[in-house]
């Protein structure tokens, strides 16, 4: 079953059931698989950086050491913002109420690349009825973190039904660039230089 979300709107609280909507399900997919001479399926392993030593799946894990090479446990490591301070955790978006306060705009939404969208599966009625036309956003995130990422609700007509989706994207750094000005000259100067710049053949 998939987790739960609530969400509180003019003083009124609502559980939905968000099922997300993957390329899967909308594309089906394919796989490779390879096989030897004999037929017995392949199994991806790796090696060591002389290529001699075969280390087969589940034989490579990332670690972290300190600048002087020694372990570091996870549990040592702390995040902080970049003044220095330590960095609060968002709970996550399952595990809370979340407020509908903040609407947003369409060209708020079309400055984020969405990553992922589900349908809010048989949202109260009453709930659709107070998104209206409306975009709703909130800081989303899946587990307790210190990232969030911006969250729209809207609504769309599927069938002649009002259905309720939300997405998830990441803000665009968006970067303007534009040709300089180029200054154009009064013609009337640029004709009494070019007379000036004439030669007279004969002068010479």
């Known amino acids: 079953m998939a987790k739960e979300m609530a969400f509180a709107i003019d003083g009124r609280e609502f559980t939905v059931e968000p099922i997300k909507i993957d390329r899967k399900k ?15 399926e392949c ?13 087969p799946k589940g034989g490579i894990g990332l670690g972290m050491v300190s600048d002087d090479g020694k372990w570091v446990e996870r549990s040592q490591i702390k995040t ?9 955790i968002t709970p996550s978006s399952y595990g809370k109420v979340t407020m509908l306060a903040e609407k947003a705009s369409i060209e708020q939404l079309l400055d984020c690349s969405i990553t992922a969208f589900y349908h809010l599966k048989e949202a109260d009625p009453d709930l659709i009825a107070m998104i209206g036309d409306d975009i709703y956003t909130f800081a989303y995130c899946y ?7 911006p969250a729209f609700l809207l609504l769309s007509d599927i069938d002649g039904n009002k259905e309720l989706f939300m997405f998830i994207g990441t803000l665009n750094a968006f970067e303007f660039i534009s040709p300089n000005e180029i200054a154009v000259g009064d013609d009337s100067d640029t004709e009494d230089e070019d007379e000036s710049d004439d030669i007279d053949f004969a002068m010479l």
């Open 143 to 149: 587990r307790d973190s210190f990232e969030t990422s």
């Open 26 to 40: 909308l594309y089906g997919w394919s796989e490779k698989h390879a096989f030897d001479d004999e037929g017995n």
């Open 43 to 55: 199994v991806l392993v790796s090696t060591d950086a002389s290529g001699t030593i075969i280390i």
């Open 80 to 88: 902080i913002t970049n003044d220095g301070c330590d960095a609060v």
